[in-house]
């Protein structure tokens, strides 16, 4: 027997991990709790913090507190 974890949208079933195994598998689908309920998320998608991050103009500068070390 194999346990994974996935979460149902709706429509269908989508893998938190990979499954391991590559031939017809027979499988019992259990309902546990909603998604809220629990600290399962489904991931993140690709490009989805766009915009929501900013990096300081001076990140690249030296710190004053490392002076002494880049000689």
Do not use: W
């Given at each position: ?54 990096m ?5 500068a ?6 002494e070390?880049?000689?």
């Open positions: 027997m194999l346990t994974i974890k996935a979460v149902y949208d709706g429509i269908g079933f989508k893998p938190q991990q990979p499954i391991p195994v590559s031939e017809n598998y027979e499988v019992v689908i259990t309902f546990i709790r909603p998604i809220e309920d629990t600290a399962v998320r489904p991931p993140f998608e690709y490009g989805c913090m766009h915009g929501k991050m900013s300081a103009e001076d990140f690249d030296p710190l004053d507190d490392f002076e070390y880049m000689g």
